[in-house]
């Protein structure tokens, strides 16, 4: 039982999906980083001369003040940080613009490659090889029209 659950993991791992996923982890996580680095260092800055200084991770609606350190009984501030909602909403649209513009950069691609005609990208093989398959049932179906 053992032996066929690892055979079963190996065939699962070798046919790639295991390592499509890991790769597309290793990606996220990296393309995380630059989308970050990007909404904090490049977005917000223009963002906040903008507003006059205004840096949005600090903004906050305080339900409740703090009270002064060592004051009897202690009270700690109860707030609701909306600045962190709006840089992480800031992040998301523009994580799903650019992975739009990738999908987009993509397709083009796929669909140039898979055009026969065009000679600028390679066709992969097998598209190659139905298009061969497709002109040869054309050419049967001449020649049996031709010859009934």
Do not use: C, H
Not at 98 to 109: E, I, P, R, T
């Amino acid at each position: 039982m053992t032996f066929k659950l690892f055979k079963e993991f190996k065939d699962f791992a070798v046919k790639g999906n295991m390592i499509e996923i890991a790769i597309g982890v290793i990606i996220g996580s990296s393309f995380n980083k630059v989308v970050d680095v990007l909404v904090k260092e490049v977005f917000l800055p223009p963002l906040t001369l903008l507003t006059d200084g205004l840096t949005f991770e600090k903004k906050k609606w305080i339900l409740r003040e703090a009270s002064i350190p060592g004051q009897n009984p202690e009270i700690t501030e109860v707030a609701i940080s909306y600045g962190k909602l709006i840089e992480v909403s800031l992040d998301f649209i523009i994580i799903g613009f650019v992975v739009f513009l990738v999908v987009k950069f993509m397709n083009s691609l796929k669909t140039k490659a898979q055009d026969p005609k065009d000679t600028t990208v390679k066709t992969p093989k097998d598209i190659e090889l139905l298009d061969r398959v497709a002109d040869l049932l054309e050419e049967q179906n001449r020649f049996l029209k031709n010859k009934g």
